[in-house]
Every structure is written in C-alpha cells, then in structure tokens.
C-alpha cells in the first residue's frame, strides 16, 4: 500500500503543473501584456534606428543614464536618433524606458537602483557637448526614432555577429 500512496502523491503533484492553477490568473497575465499605445521593443526600436541612420533628414545624439546624486557620473548607455521634424530631447524621451533599462543591464551597479536612474543627452549632437538632463516634452504619435544601446556581451543585446543582429 505503501508505494500506491507515493505514487498518488506523485500524480497529484504532477497535475497541479506548477502552483495549482486555474483562477482570474488568465485575465491578470492578459492585462499585464497587453502593451500601452507607444510601447516599443528594443528589437523594433534599433531596427528603426538602423533604418534611420542612412537617412538624410535625421539628427542623432550620445545618451546617458546616472543616478541623481549630485557627484554621479554620466554614464554613456548608447544613442538615439530622430527624423526630421523630430528632435533629440523628443527622440530622448520617446526612448527613455530603452535606454534606462540598458543603463542597468551594461552597468550592474546602476540596476540595484534602476528606478532612480536620470536620462541625459548631448543637445549639441555628439561629444564634446555637455551632457544635460532630459526633461519631459510632447512627442508626437508619428515621431521616428530609434535607440541604439553600446554592445553588451553578458546579454547579448545590441551586438552584431557574423553580420547578422544577435537581438
């Protein structure tokens, strides 16, 4: 009798698939994946960001990401750029969820403190221009622009290998 109720007890754990199951859980996990109008992938956002490059009609920018104490260092996370009539803080803040979670994917120190993390850019472009925080602004719904994270080897974001984009 013994090796019936082991094997019940196996059964039973077997077919409860994890946590028990069943419930509103469905309805929750809908909710929570259904995306806001405006959310962009990282694969969608640098697709678009290579896209862009080769255009004419573009402005580009260094980006940066640092926690808001007063002697924090800016730390370059990547660039983003914008077609025209867009502009760089537009671009900045239409990407500053991309940027900030890279942020504390290439800079582990930074990710214990994630939700404190500020966005700067260089208004001017490129460096040697002086980093400046990103404020909020309206970003037009048809505004095209992409971001571009610095390569991270752990996670395999934003490298190119053998020509073709590992993600």
């Given at each position: 009798?013994?090796p ?6 196996h059964?039973n754990?077997?077919?409860m698939?994890?946590?028990?199951g069943?419930?509103?859980?469905g309805t929750?996990?809908?909710k929570?994946?259904?995306?806001k109008p405006g959310?962009?992938?990282a ?6 960001f290579r896209q862009l490059r080769?255009?004419d ?9 640092r926690?808001p ?5 800016w ?6 750029i ?11 803040n ?11 994917r ?9 939700r404190e993390?500020?966005?700067g850019?260089?208004?001017t ?9 990103l ?5 037009p ?7 571009q ?15 073709i984009k590992?993600?």
């Open positions: 009798m013994l019936k109720l082991s094997a019940q007890r059964l754990a077997v077919s698939g994890g946590f028990g069943g419930g509103s859980k929750q996990e809908s929570a994946k259904t995306p959310d962009i992938t694969k969608q956002s640098w697709e678009l080769d255009s009609k573009v402005q580009a920018t260094t980006v940066f990401a926690l104490d007063d002697d924090a260092k730390l370059n996370v990547g660039g983003v914008v077609e025209a009539p867009g502009n760089r803080q537009q671009a900045v239409q990407n500053k969820r991309l940027i900030l979670e890279h942020a504390a290439l800079h582990p120190r930074l990710a214990l403190r994630s993390l500020v966005c850019f260089i208004e472009g490129e460096a040697p221009g002086e980093v400046v925080y404020t909020k602004c309206d970003v719904p048809e505004l095209r622009s992409g971001f994270g610095l390569p991270d080897i752990k996670s395999g974001m934003y490298m190119i290998q053998g020509g590992a993600r």
